[in-house]
């Protein structure tokens, strides 16, 4: 069983910046795909930003330019930079992680956290 923790939400005003840190177990290394997510409250989730196995970033247009999903071979996570933020960011933040079709603990749609809240101030 895969777990997949989340961590770095808060508070920010317009314009501002947040880091969020997603850490799975085991290494990032061996998941096909990982990915940031979002729901706001009344709305479906929502994709932010991908990144799969070497492949190149996917992100939603309205992230485009402001938000970065990249892999910290350090400290073992999946990292979404959030710059010039916005107070429609404003959202439960989650992380998706996907494991081969092939492997033991394969589950389809893959592995989720249980979310860090992002709040922007207008």
């Known amino acids: 069983q895969v777990q997949v923790v989340e961590s770095g939400g808060g508070l920010v005003q317009t314009g501002g910046s947040l880091t969020l840190s997603c850490s799975p177990s085991g290494s990032i290394f061996r998941f096909r795909s990982m990915g940031w997510y979002r729901q706001a409250p009344g709305q479906q989730r929502e994709l932010v930003a991908t990144?799969?196995?070497?492949?190149?970033?996917n992100y939603a247009d309205s992230v485009k330019g402001r938000f970065a999903i990249s892999r910290d071979h350090i400290k073992n996570a999946v990292l979404l930079q959030m710059n010039s933020m916005k107070p429609e960011d404003t959202a439960r933040y989650y992380c998706n992680a996907e494991v081969p079709p092939d492997y033991s603990d394969y589950v389809a749609g893959g592995y989720w956290g249980q979310g860090t809240q992002v709040t922007v101030s207008s």
């Open positions: 990144l799969r196995l070497g492949g190149s970033p």
